[in-house]
């Protein structure tokens, strides 16, 4: 974890910046968003995420902690971590779940150096450096956030099942290009294997993907039916926004 001053002066610094609150769920959830901004891909990975009975779960890349403050804001029984390898963006995460009253333990971690070793949990979730190494970014801090640098695709989804428990569950997010490979790594380890397409419109091809995969599970591969996300003037549809505003979760 970082240090009690080092948290204090970010926090400090975060306290500044009230201009750069979001709201979602119609302000239940406030998060400060500063060098990098969450969407709703955010939303709806965090809504996907049912631990609702208790467990452990695991948010890795964690960013400005978006996904594992939503994820236990659905699941307060919950025990919830998110690691990156950020020490700011861990700091911002911090301070959200400060924000919103809820207990998340958020750790500084490079997971190439397989942090966690001891621990296992019942769901890892994560939204993965999609874009391969070379793809050119405005920022640093984006191109840590969707950017291949020094781990691979495989090293990064075959430490998140490495850190999932027995017949528990991964979940991913990610770009339609990069299915095949993430399908791959995971049918090493998992089964019940689904994805769930996210529609930008009802005659689209989805572009992004949402993955569940069960490990240690003989399940057989599934293709869910998804959400369209907008309708045909552009606005959100209502099955979307009974995520995104209402706060409910998401149904594989």
Known sequence: MLNNCRLSRYFSRMDNNTNNIDDFFQGKIKLLQTSYKATSDA??????????????????????????????????????????????????????????????????????KNPLKKESFDIVVSNPPFFKKGTPSKSDVKKLAHHEDNITMTEWVGFCVRRTKYQGYVYLLTDNARVPEIIAVLSEKCGGITLFPLYA?????????????????????????????????GGFTAEANAVLRDGNFLRF
């Open 201 to 233: 419109k009802c005659d689209a091809t989805p572009r992004r993907f949402i993955i569940r995969a069960r490990k240690e599970s003989r399940e057989p591969f599934a293709l869910a039916r998804g959400l369209i996300l907008h309708d045909d003037n």
């Open 43 to 112: 939303v709806f990975l965090g809504a996907a995420v049912d631990c609702r009975r208790g467990g452990k779960i695991l948010d890795v890349g964690t960013g400005n902690g978006a996904v594992a403050v939503i994820a236990a804001y659905h699941n307060p029984l919950a025990e919830v971590t998110g690691i990156d390898i950020n020490d700011e963006q861990i700091a911002n995460a911090a301070y959200n779940a400060e924000l919103n009253g809820l207990s998340v333990r958020f750790l500084p971690s490079d997971i190439k």
